[in-house]
């Protein structure tokens, strides 16, 4: 069992910045992987950031792609998403995702449908 609690988001202006936090609990994170995941109202669930635990190795949407980071802290078993020059489009709700184990290859990590554990979600709203 893992839980996960986000925290981070807010109300900002195109082009600030937010950095979003999500804090796990309940089991070791040495062989999962932490994504973040959006989702906008009337839209389906989007892939944002990834990270494997063990690794560090991180993974982008082209969206996200050279604006955000990803990044872990394993003394504090947390998970960070630092997102800078944001725009309009980014607007919604975060979600924190684990998937539990080794998984086969890495595409997989960008589908909201393997992720065992999700958070409740942290809301970002970027005004123009």
């Known amino acids: 069992q893992v839980t996960l609690v986000e925290s981070g988001g807010g109300l900002v202006q195109a082009g600030d910045s937010l950095r979003l936090s999500c804090a796990a609990s309940g089991r070791t994170l040495s062989t999962d992987t932490m994504g973040w995941f959006r989702q906008a109202p009337g839209k389906e669930r989007e892939f944002v950031s990834a990270i494997m635990w063990s690794s560090g190795r991180t993974f982008y949407a082209d969206s996200s792609k050279g604006r955000f980071t990803i990044s872990r802290d394993n003394a504090k078993n947390t998970a960070y998403l630092q997102m800078n020059s944001l725009k309009p489009e980014d607007t919604g709700v975060y979600y924190c995702?684990?998937?539990?184990?080794?998984?086969?290859?890495?595409?997989?990590?960008?589908?909201?449908?393997?992720?065992?554990?999700w958070g409740q979600g942290t809301r970002v709203t970027v005004s123009s």
């Open positions: 995702a684990a998937a539990v184990g080794p998984k086969y290859g890495t595409s997989w990590l960008r589908s909201p449908n393997p992720y065992d554990y």
